[in-house]
Structures are given as structure tokens and as C-alpha cells.
């Protein structure tokens, strides 16, 4: 009986890992998705996600920031977006390195000013502020970034990867035979129904 019981505990746990590991893949991918169209490296991405909150949705902060990018509510609704919607907060996380890098120039900077906000780069003559939390978080993202850059993520390289492309088949000359002779066999009245109505026929 305990033997069994402590098999069920192991099925269940491998069971639940299972689950995450691919909750984890489904939200990389979509930072990823988010990042390209929004013309960010998606390595940059990935590492603030991964410093914020472990790629987990459901993380919370005791200051009131929510998801993958620890977006609060209240900055959130000012870009139009929910916090609590996993595609908005991605998609917010990412607008807002952006806007940061676009503001002051620099990975480092744009990080302080995501961890420290704008004001406070601002304070300290656009450089990073001297706060230990802040130093940190740039150290950690940074250090995560370079990592990436180096041996990509299974993301990114499945996002690279180019679109297979459909080749055409050249039509046999017996198959091409059977078109002729069913198009010669159509009416003229027939071919004038098919054109006026494209609906007519399902098929």
C-alpha cells in the first residue's frame, strides 16, 4: 500500500511538471512571437521575463504588479492593455522596454529605468541609479542576455526557423487530358452559370 501511495505522489508530480514545462514553452514562445513583430530582440525579452517573474503568469508582487512582465494594473490600462490578459502583458512588457530604450538609449539604462522607473534615471543625470535592487536586476538580466546570445533558446531558433515551402506538382499529362475534356464537354450556357455564380458549386 505505501509502496503504491508513493508511486501515485511520484506519477502525480512527473504529471504536474510535465504541465509546467510546457506552460513555460507556451509563454516563451509567445514573448518570442511578441518580440519580433514588436522589433525586439527576443533574447532581451526573454531574460527580463525570466528575471521578473520565471516565465509564470500567475506571479504576483506584494507592490501589486501581476504576470510575466510584473506589469502593474494601473500602467497597463494606460497603454490600453489588461495585466491580467497573458498576451497585454507580454505585449505590455515588451512596449515598455521599448519605450525605456527609446528614451534613453541604452540596454542598461532602458533595464534601470524598467526596474527603477524613468523618473529616477532621470534623477541621476540619465545614469543608473544607485539602488542595490536595481544594480542587480541589470547584472542579472544582462548576464541572462549574454547567455542567449550565445546558445539561443529553443524559442527563438523555432521562431528563425524558415517557413517550408510548398512546391508545386506538375500535372500529369493524363490529368491534364481528363481537365481538357471535361472543360470541352461544358456548354457554353454552363461556363457563363460558373463564372456569373462562383457559389453555385461546393466543390
Do not use: W
Request: charged share 20%; hydrophobic share 40%; proline share 6%.
Amino acid at each position: 500500500m505505501k509502496k503504491l501511495l508513493l508511486f501515485t505522489i511520484a506519477l502525480v508530480s512527473l504529471l504536474c511538471t510535465q504541465v509546467q514545462a510546457a506552460d513555460v514553452n507556451t509563454v516563451k514562445a509567445t514573448i518570442v512571437k511578441h518580440s519580433i513583430e514588436m522589433g525586439v530582440d527576443p533574447a532581451i525579452a526573454l531574460s527580463i521575463a525570466r528575471a521578473e517573474s520565471g516565465f509564470r503568469h500567475e506571479a504576483r508582487s506584494a507592490h501589486g504588479a501581476v504576470g510575466v512582465f510584473q506589469l502593474m494594473p494601473s500602467t497597463a490600462k494606460r497603454m490600453g492593455l489588461n495585466a491580467y490578459s497573458l498576451n497585454d502583458n507580454i505585449r505590455g512588457g515588451i512596449m515598455y522596454y521599448k519605450n525605456m530604450y527609446k528614451m534613453f538609449g541604452s540596454m542598461e539604462l532602458a533595464l534601470a529605468a524598467y526596474n527603477a522607473g524613468p523618473g529616477n534615471v532621470k534623477r541621476y543625470n540619465n545614469k543608473v541609479p544607485p539602488y542595490a535592487e536595481t544594480k542587480r536586476f541589470i547584472a542579472k538580466i544582462m548576464s541572462d542576455y549574454n547567455r542567449l546570445k550565445a546558445n539561443p533558446d529553443p524559442a527563438i531558433t523555432n521562431a528563425m526557423k524558415p517557413k517550408p515551402t510548398v512546391q508545386q506538382v506538375p500535372v500529369s499529362p493524363v490529368v491534364k487530358q481528363i481537365e481538357e475534356s471535361l472543360e470541352s464537354s461544358l456548354d457554353i450556357d454552363t461556363l457563363d452559370l460558373l463564372e456569373l455564380n462562383p457559389e453555385t458549386f461546393s466543390i
